[in-house]
């Protein structure tokens, strides 16, 4: 049984920092990948990056140099540090995992629409960012 719990959002100016956090349950670090998607009102969710079993991470283009995914193991909790906020990073943040393949790698695109293979998902926690 895998259970995600993010936390950490909030509202905060153009320019400015947060750090997301979800806490994982269940056997994630083994052979699942887990990203953080993000859906902003009227728009389907995409895929904002994600981080395989082995550390591996990658990004879409929009959050790239500006986001960072991490984990730490021995906590069982997953990060996104976020900076350099825009008004456009405003939306409902997930945490989402699915099995990886060949035991833990992330596979499929990032980005809008991507995100049917994410089986397991949080209840989310909202960033506002403004001008």
């Known amino acids: 049984q895998i259970k995600l719990v993010e936390s950490g959002g909030g509202s905060v100016q153009a320019g400015g920092s947060l750090r997301l956090s979800c806490a994982t349950e269940?056997?994630?670090?083994?052979?699942?990948?887990v990203g953080w998607l993000r859906q902003a009102p009227g728009q389907e969710r995409e895929g904002v990056g994600d981080?395989?079993?082995?550390?591996?991470?990658r990004y879409d283009d929009s959050v790239k140099g500006r986001f960072t995914i991490f984990k730490d193991n021995a906590k069982n909790v997953l990060y996104l540090q976020m900076t350099d906020l825009k008004p456009e990073d405003c939306a409902m943040y997930y945490c989402?995992?699915?099995?990886?393949?060949?035991?833990?790698?992330?596979?499929?695109?990032?980005?809008?629409?991507?995100?049917?293979?994410?089986?397991?998902w949080g209840q989310g926690t909202q960033v506002t960012v403004s001008s």
């Open positions: 989402a995992a699915y099995v990886g393949a060949l035991g833990g790698y992330c596979y499929g695109k990032l980005g809008h629409g991507e995100t049917g293979r994410f089986r397991h």
């Open positions: 269940g056997d994630t670090y083994t052979s699942y990948c």
């Open positions: 981080i395989d079993i082995y550390g591996s991470t």
